[in-house]
Nanobody
Framework: VHLVESGGGSVQAGGSLALSCTAS?????????????MGWFRRAPGKEREFVAA????????FYAESVKGRFAISRDNAKNMVFLQMNSLKAEDTAVYYC????????????????WGQGTQVTVSS
């Protein structure tokens, strides 16, 4: 499955952005999209990549990093093979490249990434 993010850009602090991630590939591979947890991770300049949010197979359960809880919302549309990240009340510290990830899972109380990544989309928040 090939993951492609979109929706990044530049915004002032307090603003909003909506990211999308679309999965594409062979019919067999894409049909498995709904069986994977999906996640968003980000990497800020000079920092390691970190977990942002994750969503369960049917979208019933969502999970967030403490730093974005209450401001970001993850959702998915399995019929369209897409996952979304609505980002509100953005802060300068949210500036990073945001990556869509297939197969995110929690292990030992920490979210880890699956092997399949998108190419990333830049989000820049100016204060």
């Amino acid at each position: 499955v090939h993951l492609v993010e979109s929706g990044g850009g530049s915004v002032q602090a307090g603003g909003s952005l909506a990211l999308s991630c679309t999965a594409s590939g062979t019919p067999d591979s894409v049909s498995d999209f709904k069986y994977y947890y999906m996640g968003w991770f980000r990497r800020a300049p000079g920092k390691e990549r970190e977990f942002v949010a994750a969503i369960s197979w049917l979208g019933v359960s969502t999970f967030y990093a403490e730093s974005v809880k209450g401001r970001f919302a993850i959702s998915r549309d399995n019929a369209k093979n897409m996952v979304f990240l609505q980002m509100n009340s953005l802060k300068a510290e949210d500036t990073a490249v945001y990556y869509c990830n297939q197969g995110s899972e929690m292990f030992d109380s920490k979210w880890s990434a699956g092997d399949n990544w998108g190419q990333g989309t830049q989000v820049t928040v100016s204060s």
